[in-house]
């Protein structure tokens, strides 16, 4: 007897709640963990597919993580699928981080996540390995792609800006491929950018003019909300955002407070926008966390539901496709370089390094599901902890 398949809804929802809750280490890693789970495991996009919202994803402002969910629940399940995906991602973060928030303004101080950490991060190595393995089979399937591919890491090992690389290496393919195309017009893809880089900073410079202030909801959702929609770049570039008004400007941080809110965005699960989440809490209890968590997720929402219609016109058009096909070997480049980054801070001694080599050998092999080995990585901290 056969069991009678779930809802794509139901399964969008237990998918994301779980990565929600056991996605550690960043969006390259969250983004690893996607793509074991919809390509590998449940074959719901192909690799080629996947790879696809992934570049769309780096071309517009916000969290590339949950944009990615918020794409991927639009391609199973539609409209309703979009909503499910993206806020069952976020939720579980959320609400984590509120109830680290509450023990930290109760108790003061934050708790200890380091033994946590250790047995993690050296199975996020392997995870994100993996990932780069089985998307640069797809992506990397010419010379000038793997040449592309390489100029890209050296130029972000280089300290290179991120959306610099991505549309740089996009724009050598098209003139790479621009002899051989019929339509040279290359506007098909134009729709996803969102905020060019000088419209960013026009905006930026725009909305952070306002002069110091007494704390205000309003303002705060107003200022999380820009956040949202101008950022690109890693959490350090979310750092330097949030210290230059919150801490300098309006001084309603410490910069003790600040650096508390970065390292729950770092430590806990699921999107590492959910800083924000900590920061609406410390600022103004329960409904300061909510208004800051929905002022810089709701541009995700936005940007990614303005680009889907475009999305099928990037592989139908040879400029476009070919600038997509650049994105999307830069963004492997740029995961590959954030991988070799954490490596050098996860991979601290024979123990973790075994750790590594163990968790590649069993996702490789023996196909175990990442977040069982992620918790076994927790386990693994905190028994040295004790031992």
């Known amino acids: 007897m056969t069991c009678k398949p779930s809802h794509p809804l139901l399964e969008l929802a237990g998918l994301f709640l779980k990565l929600g809750t056991t996605a550690f280490g960043g969006p390259a890693v969250h983004i690893a963990m996607m793509e074991d789970e919809v390509v590998r495991r449940r074959k719901w996009l192909t690799p080629a597919e996947f790879l696809d919202l992934l570049g769309a994803t780096n071309l517009i402002p916000g969290p590339n993580s949950t944009e990615m969910a918020i794409h991927i629940g639009f391609r199973r399940a539609g409209w309703p699928g979009l909503l499910i995906a993206g806020t069952c991602f976020i939720l579980p973060a959320t609400v ?11 108790f ?37 792609l793997i040449a592309a591919g390489i100029i890209a890491a050296t130029a972000s090992f280089l300290g290179a800006n991120e959306l610099l690389i991505l549309f740089s290496v996009g724009l050598a393919m098209i003139l790479l491929r621009s002899t051989t195309s019929t339509n040279p017009t290359s506007t098909a893809f134009v729709p996803l950018i969102g905020f060019t880089p000088t419209t960013s900073a026009t905006f930026i410079a725009t909305a952070g003019a306002t002069a110091a202030a007494p704390f205000n909801l309003n303002l705060m959702f107003l200022f999380f909300l ?3 929609a101008v950022l690109f770049g890693s959490g350090y570039v979310l750092l330097a955002f949030l210290r230059s008004d919150l801490v300098e400007r ?11 809110a970065v390292a729950v965005g770092q430590f806990t699960p699921g999107p590492v926008f959910t800083t924000a989440t900590f920061i609406g809490y410390v600022l ?19 940007f990614v539901a303005i680009s889907v219609p475009f999305l099928p016109r990037l592989r139908t058009s040879p400029i476009a496709s070919a600038f997509l096909d650049g994105v999307n070997v830069a963004s492997l480049a740029l995961m590959a370089v954030v991988t070799w980054q954490l490596g050098t801070t996860a991979l601290v001694d024979w123990l973790t390094v075994f750790l590594a080599i163990i968790s590649a050998g ?24 004790f031992l």
Do not use: C, H
Request: net charge positive.
């Open 108 to 144: 003061g101080k934050l708790p200890e996540a380091n033994a946590i950490l250790y047995g993690i991060k050296p199975v996020i190595i392997a995870v994100v390995l993996q990932a780069l393995w089985n998307l640069g089979k797809t992506a990397l399937r010419t010379r000038p």
């Open 226 to 228: 820009k956040v949202g």
């Open 250 to 260: 309006w001084q309603w941080l410490t910069e003790a407070q600040l650096l508390d």
């Open 362 to 385: 069993l996702l490789i092999y023996w196909k175990i599901n990442s977040a069982w080995l992620l918790l076994g990585g927790a386990v693994v901290g905190v028994l040295r902890l």
């Open 284 to 302: 103004s209890g329960p409904t300061g966390a909510l208004l800051a968590t929905v002022g810089i997720f709701l541009p995700a929402f936005m």
């Open 96 to 106: 984590i981080v509120m109830i680290i928030a509450w023990a930290y303004m109760r």
